[in-house]
């Protein structure tokens, strides 16, 4: 896409003395703004629509050419011309387009900006009927330029290219201004007429290139309202001198075009439109006040121009549709930061996380309802598949749902007053971990069921617990790998103690359960192991960030490997001495699978490793 070829970003508050080489800059936005499709091209540059892979939503970037840089004194003045881009790009209102990200380098400025889904009101008049708007469309339109240009002015900023190209109008109807402090920069790189502004929107004085003020504004504003009004630009010329000529010779009052033209408008435009600058407005909202006071309701105009531009988009819609025959062409573009599942989806993760939980759920439920006594595999399944559909569909309700089958299982099979401690202390421990992390952290809540339902199936809570504690190292943050994992072990073993007593369940037998030196030494590898991995995934994740090098994400995978063998053999220190070929089989087979487990997460959701989290 023309947008990107090489580069590297540059900081906000960086000096603008030493820009990075030409196509410095883009290589490292393409880090984060994965480009879509180019909205918008021209001698200026271009506008290209991305997808942020960091926080999920669509960006316009635009890409200014900066002239050659070997002109000594078009550096400074482009020098100039960026301080002021950048310092106007602060600006914040509503109706005003947000710029997200300014950086530049010896070839190019570049300026990401937020997204607007609709279109400029350049495009809206050439698609309606007489290429005019109505005055309650007038009224909206001129309503969020005059409050977007009061705030700019405030603010001791001026815009210097208001023109219709520049005027945005979204699906609802709601109207924003862009390119605040465009104007001098491509006037300094050689692009546009004088001063940076457009040909047939620009005053007098600034055409002559002499001193500027709010009131050229007031001029270029009034300009698109009479072309949004009577269907054409009074003042569009081939040339500047041309132009010139045209605004000396006067524009033909709105009235004398437009039926039932109030009066108060037509005379704010005239007035607005007077080639002597000392003739208009001092400031944009008298002229708003003018020209508003009777011409529409700017609350019915929105509701029209949204209206209105859902037919307009609609129909693009429909003529860019392939034909049948033609294939269809790729949806998504492979974005290592968000892996393979991740490019096609933003909710890779999640729903990564809710079938784990769903699966899991699955799976501990139908050994729950075994024990308590449900004869029926059927019964079981159909039960069991229903609660892990609610897991399913949120994480942190499929833990909850564990925790709530486990309590039934002992206080179905266990005198209450025997119960009683330990349900207590189970209760406590894990709502306090639901309401900290649990409810939190989808993964967190998947990650624990997944512990527990891999030990109910296997009837072993340490086997497969360095595979599940790998996973929880790429999916949750240190401090929560640290919580959850032993957490999960802990009432894996607990639950495999009274599964092997029918249900029963008291305070000796759970203190015996979590004692037992093969479930501490499982606590601790499987905990130590998802603990290190989730920081080596932070580490490898900062360093691609900066050196754009995967090397950290091998090391990760090999930490894994080794930590998962080294976890089942504290586990099962006895069986060192003399391990039968199935046992050595068993851990290499399940350190393996650890190793593999950190990769397909890799591989597949991405390099991006969130210091919070993938929170809900």
Sequence with gaps: MPLFSQQRTHAAGAPLASPAPAGAAASHLLKRYRPLETRAAGGFGTVEICLDSRLQRRVAIKRIPLG???????????????????????LQHPNIVSVIDFTYDTGYAYLVMEYVDGVTLEEFLTAVDGHSLTFDEAACIADALVQALDCAHAN???????????????????????????????????????????????????????????????????CVLYESLCGFAPFVAATPIDSMTLINEGVTPPDQLLRRMPEASNEALLCALDPDINNRMRTVADFGARF?????????????????????????????????????????????????????????????????????????????????????????????????AAAATAPQIGSALAFTGLLFMVLDATPLVAALPACMIFVALTGSWWIVWGRSYPAASSILVALLATALALRDPVLLAPAVAAAAGYLLPPVVCAATVPLGVGVAATSLAAQAAGGFLDAGTAVRA?????????????????????????????????????????AACASALVLSAAALCLAHPMEITSPSVVQ????????????????????????????EGDRS
């Excluded at 030196?517 to 360093?543: D, H, N, Q």
């Design 156 to 222: 001791g900023a001026l815009h210097l290219d208001i023109k219709p190209a520049n005027v945005l109008i979204d699906r609802s109807g709601h109207v924003t201004l862009t390119d605040f402090g465009m104007a001098k920069l491509t006037s300094a790189a050689g692009f546009g007429g004088a001063r940076g502004g457009t040909i047939g929107y620009m005053p007098p004085e600034q055409l002559r290139s002499d001193r500027v003020d709010r009131r050229s504004d007031i001029f270029s504003l009034a």
């Design 292 to 388: 508003l006071a009777n011409l529409g309701d700017p609350r019915e105009g929105q509701r029209s121009l949204a209206a209105m531009i859902e037919q307009i988009t609609s129909y693009e819609n429909d003529a860019s549709e392939p034909e049948p025959d033609e294939p269809d062409e790729p949806t998504w573009v492979y974005d290592p930061v968000e892996g393979h599942l991740g490019s096609r989806t933003p909710l890779a993760r999640r729903r990564t996380a809710a079938a784990i939980a769903g699966v899991s759920v699955v799976i501990a439920t139908f050994s729950v309802l075994e024990t308590i006594g449900v004869a029926s595999p059927f019964a079981r399944l159909v039960a069991a598949l229903a609660v892990g």
């Design 514 to 554: 979590l004692l037992a030196p093969e479930a501490l030494a499982g606590i601790a590898g499987a905990t130590a192991l998802a603990v290190i991995v989730s920081f080596l995934l932070e580490r490898a994740w900062a360093g691609y960030q900066e050196t754009s090098s995967a090397l950290g994400y091998a």
């Design 68 to 90: 050659s840089p070997n002109n000594r004194a078009a550096v400074e003045a482009i020098a100039a011309a960026l301080r002021e881009a950048r310092t106007m790009s602060l």
């Design 584 to 611: 050595l089989a068993t851990g290499a087979a399940v350190a393996a699978l650890s190793s593999i487990i950190v990769g397909i997460c890799v591989f597949s959701l991405g390099y991006r490793k969130d210091p």
